[in-house]
Nanobody
């Protein structure tokens, strides 16, 4: 079992920045991915970004490419999502994920709310 705890959500104005953090604990291995999905009211949950723990390869949704940056801290088993130039359409509950494939998470965090005002 892998436990994921997100933090860093909040309210920000359009054009502003926010950094999300997710700490992983429990049963972990070097060959896996951590990342972020999000879900806005009335919409399907969608992929945002992911990072391969071994090697650090990154993956981004087209909607956030160039604005969001995913990174990791190996010593802390923590993944970060730096969100810049935020738009109202970025408002959603953001979920931290862990899995054997970047597009198919096996574990999910409880989510953290990101609100963007216009």
């Amino acid at each position: 079992q892998v436990q994921l705890v997100e933090s860093g959500g909040g309210l920000v104005q359009a054009g502003g920045s926010l950094r999300l953090s997710c700490a992983a604990s429990g049963r972990t291995f070097s060959y896996y991915y951590m990342g972020w999905f999000r879900q806005a009211p009335g919409k399907e949950r969608e992929f945002v970004a992911a990072i391969r723990w071994s090697g650090g390869s990154t993956y981004y949704a087209d909607s956030v490419k160039g604005r969001f940056t995913i990174s990791r801290d190996n010593a802390k088993n923590t993944v970060y999502l730096q969100m810049n130039s935020l738009k109202p359409e970025d408002a959603a509950v953001y979920y931290c994920t862990w899995g054997s494939a970047w597009s198919r998470p096996d574990y999910w965090g409880q989510g953290t709310q990101v609100t963007v005002s216009s």
